[in-house]
């Protein structure tokens, strides 16, 4: 069975950089896609993007583009989300996914960014 744990969080001036972790451990990334979501308060959860592990097709929502960057470390089977040029609208819980057939199936827990001068 799939966990998944994502790090990587903390604060951070606009502008600046982060990068954010799910590691994960149980089962082969092979059939799943992998993806991350985020949710500030009063604002619904929303899309980052994801990679199929399969192929490596990698998708991101509009907000996300040029700005952020998943990619995979197949030794360590860890996603990784590089944020860059941080916005205090990106501030938010990022959550990490995994899912099947295009929906979450394993979730982890969170990691907190905030993006504030």
């Known amino acids: 069975q799939l966990q998944l744990m994502e790090s990587g969080g903390g604060l951070v001036q606009p502008g600046g950089s982060l990068r954010l972790s799910c590691a994960t451990s149980g089962a082969s990334l092979d059939p799943y896609a992998i993806g991350w979501f985020r949710q500030a308060p009063g604002k619904e959860r929303e899309g980052v993007g994801c990679?199929?592990?399969?192929?490596?097709?990698?998708y991101y929502t509009d907000f996300a583009k040029g700005r952020f960057t998943i990619s995979t470390d197949n030794a360590e089977n860890t996603v990784y989300l590089q944020m860059n040029n941080l916005k205090p609208e990106d501030t938010a819980v990022y959550l990490c996914?995994?899912?099947?057939?295009?929906?979450?199936?394993?979730w982890g827990q969170g990691t907190q960014v905030t993006v504030s001068s």
């Open positions: 996914y995994a899912g099947l057939r295009g929906d979450p199936d394993y």
């Open positions: 990679i199929r592990e399969s192929d490596g097709a990698i």
